[in-house]
């Protein structure tokens, strides 16, 4: 079992920055992606960004790409998201996902272990 727990969601005003951490526990593999998702009231469930452990893979989607820079630090088993120029329409509960292994994917089933999420409000 892998446990994943997210961290540093809050409210911001526009053009703000906040940085969220994902860590993990258990039994996590020194291969892995991980991945940030978010879903906002009444929409579905969106691809953010995803890492592969090496850190040489990286995938972010347009929406936020220029703004928002994922990290990872293997040694404590986190992942970091740093959002900058933060806009009104990223308000959403910013979820993290883990899977073993290097796969680049933005589709939320391959990834086998999520977070409870973080909450992101950014007020305009």
């Known amino acids: 079992q892998v446990q994943v727990v997210e961290s540093g969601g809050g409210l911001v005003q526009a053009g703000g920055s906040l940085r969220l951490s994902c860590a993990t526990s258990?039994?996590?593999?020194?291969?892995?992606?991980m991945g940030w998702f978010r879903q906002a009231p009444g929409k579905e469930r969106e691809f953010v960004v995803a890492i592969t452990s090496s850190g040489g893979s990286i995938d972010y989607a347009d929406s936020v790409k220029g703004r928002f820079t994922i990290s990872r630090d293997n040694a404590r088993n986190t992942v970091y998201l740093q959002m900058n120029s933060l806009k009104p329409e990223d308000t959403a509960v910013y979820y993290c996902g883990y899977r073993d292994g290097w796969l680049l994917t933005r589709a939320g089933a391959e990834y086998g272990y999520w977070g409870q999420g973080t909450q992101v409000t950014v007020s305009s």
């Open positions: 258990g039994r996590t593999f020194r291969t892995y992606t």
